[in-house]
């Protein structure tokens, strides 16, 4: 199946790469290509991730990959990357309001 990703995706690797530069550019290409690569490769099974509650259809998927949420539309035998952020995984039993 053939992966593409939105213009709104490739900004958002930009941005993520540009801030890994930050600190180690040779790393930041070598993780953008990383993350890149494992995407293509997880979403060879489209289905793999579950339906995005936001959107709630199931060509509207979402999975976790190094510490990113990728939001994809499976669409005419292709995937097409809609964003890519941080994933916070916030679980609201630890929080301690006293």
Same mark, same amino acid.
């Given at each position: 199946?053939?992966?593409?990703?939105?213009?709104?995706?490739? $900004?958002?690797? @930009? !941005? +993520?790469?540009?801030?890994?530069? &930050?600190?180690?550019?040779?790393?930041?290409?070598?993780? #953008?290509?990383?993350?890149?690569?494992?995407?293509?490769?997880?979403?060879?099974?489209?289905?793999?991730?579950?339906?995005?509650?936001?959107?709630?259809? $199931?060509?509207? @998927? !979402? +999975?976790?990959?190094?510490?990113? &949420?990728?939001?994809?539309?499976?669409?005419?035998?292709? #995937?097409?990357?809609?964003?890519?952020?941080?994933?916070?995984?916030?679980?609201?039993?630890?929080?301690?309001?006293?």
């Amino acid at each position: 199946m053939q992966v593409s990703f939105s213009q709104t995706a490739k $900004e958002q690797l @930009r !941005e +993520i790469k540009l801030f890994i530069a &930050k600190d180690n550019p040779a790393r930041a290409i070598k993780y #953008i290509k990383k993350l890149i690569d494992r995407i293509r490769k997880f979403l060879e099974f489209p289905y793999i991730g579950k339906v995005n509650a936001t959107y709630n259809r $199931e060509d509207i @998927r !979402e +999975i976790v990959i190094e510490g990113y &949420k990728i939001i994809y539309h499976i669409v005419s035998g292709k #995937i097409i990357i809609l964003v890519i952020y941080k994933n916070i995984n916030l679980n609201e039993s630890d929080i301690n309001i006293y």
